[in-house]
């Protein structure tokens, strides 16, 4: 992630020159209430910030039904644009889901305040006390697409950081975007901290996400969530700071030292257990040497369960049934029941497929061989490489962070997991009695 200084309202003007004058005073409201929240949440203490997420997690469960209705009303319209299957799983709400968003906040609410944190601390033979201490980014631009639980997540993890967001949730998700925003901002209200330090962009035309990458005055980060078109339309045409979520193509390898029935479990649960997420594995590797007697039984499980199996010619010269894989296969994140599936020879076969076709998201190899699993850890360049696990573990909540507002898939920081913490940046305090400079 780059770094820039606030500018003056120019960058929001010039943005906002080819969109509706209505629309981007609307968005310059929006991004000054923003500004005066975040003033106020920097000095908020973990107390009442804490006191913020409980009650935003009794506001969503008390509120339960017209949050429900206001997600019917979106898969309403999703069904009616034939949104896929896949899509629609990753935006439909229930009770169990509801209560796991409302979890998700309150063990935000448990995770130790990361403003104000001493990170480092010396003294210089001058006499100068020189300390480094963790404060907030400032205002964040959170751009995602679908999943209202993200909607939750993100508002979460902005306040636990002293953060004011500016979220921008999928055109799918509208109305339970703002369902969810609205229970946000009732734990603000009982907290006394301003309601604006989480504001809903309040309309789902896409002119709304070009001004936001504008608004270099207003945000002082963008986080996009999403597929790759998005992605690369944040990063081409931003003005501000960006923290990239980019697709997962995950893989998980297996090594020819695996247990045959861990690699049975652990693939089944990183491709299955949720398809349309973007930690599902979607690409399979075998090792050549094991490839007879472990695929046969892995190939049978995720063909009971539904998915739709795509191999080289050595997977179906082991199983015809399965479909003939094309080049395209190995680029593809499919958030859906479908698996690639190609056969390896050997560790470095297998590294060299993940670095050309992988987005260095999450990949996994599954061995007992400890020198095998140490050489994938330190080879494969992913933001999270896994040993017997499976790729579904990439998650903020499981890492312990308590939520994400995604993966970043960048090489500077932060990288994996984006929580409450990767959320701050800092400063220097430098503590003198007189010193002058010779």
Not at 77 to 92: F, K, N, T
Not at 229 to 251: K, T, W
Request: include cysteine; charged fraction near 25%; proline fraction near 5%.
């Amino acid at each position: 992630m780059t770094t820039a200084m606030p500018t003056t309202d120019t960058d929001l003007r010039d943005a906002a020159a080819s969109h509706p004058s209505s629309l981007a005073q609307e968005m310059a409201e929006i991004g000054r209430r923003a500004r005066e929240a975040a003033a106020a949440l920097a000095l908020a203490s973990g107390e009442q910030k804490d006191l913020a997420l409980r009650a935003a997690a009794a506001a969503v469960r008390a509120n339960a039904d017209a949050i429900l209705a206001a997600n019917a009303r979106d898969l309403a319209e999703a069904e009616g644009v034939g949104l896929g299957a896949a899509l629609s799983d990753r935006l439909a709400l229930d009770a169990r889901r509801l209560e796991a968003i409302s979890a998700g906040l309150e063990a935000i609410a448990r995770l130790p305040d990361p403003v104000g944190r001493s990170l480092a601390r010396w003294t210089r033979p001058n006499g100068l006390d020189i300390e480094r201490v963790s404060v907030p980014l400032g205002v964040i631009g959170i751009i995602y697409e679908s999943r209202p639980n993200v909607t939750a997540d993100a508002g979460g993890l902005a306040l636990k950081s002293g953060n004011a967001a500016i979220l921008r949730g999928g055109t799918e998700s509208f109305y339970s975007s703002r369902a969810l925003v609205a229970a946000l901002g009732e734990g603000l209200r009982r907290a006394e901290l301003p309601e604006a330090a989480i504001q809903l962009v309040p309309t789902r035309d896409r002119a709304a996400v070009g001004i936001m990458l504008g608004m270099s005055g207003m945000i002082d980060v963008i986080v996009p969530r999403g597929g790759a078109s998005l992605i690369e339309r944040v990063q081409r045409e931003s003005r501000i700071p960006v923290i990239a979520h980019l697709e997962g193509l995950c893989h998980t390898y297996i090594h020819a030292a695996a247990d045959p029935e861990k690699a049975r479990r652990v693939i089944f649960n990183a491709k299955m257990r949720l398809v349309s997420i973007c930690a599902a594995t979607e690409t399979l590797l075998v090792d050549r040497a094991i490839a007879q007697t472990v695929l046969p039984p892995i190939v049978a499980d995720l063909r009971a369960a539904g998915c739709e199996l795509r191999g080289d010619a050595e997977v179906l010269a082991l199983d015809p049934q399965v479909r003939p894989a094309r080049e395209e296969d190995w680029k593809t994140e499919y958030l859906d029941a479908i698996l690639a599936v190609r056969i390896v020879d050997g560790l470095e076969q297998a590294i060299a497929h993940i670095e050309r076709y992988g987005s260095h998201h999450t990949d996994a190899i599954v061995t007992e061989d400890t020198v095998a699993a140490e050489r994938f850890l330190r080879r494969v360049d992913s933001a999270i490489v896994m040993v017997n696990a499976s790729t579904q573990f990439a998650d903020g909540g499981e890492f312990g962070m308590g939520a994400e507002i995604g993966i970043s898939t960048q090489r500077l920081p932060p990288r994996g997991p984006v929580g409450a913490e990767q959320l701050t940046t800092y400063k220097y305090f430098v503590r003198g009695s007189g010193q002058v400079r010779p």
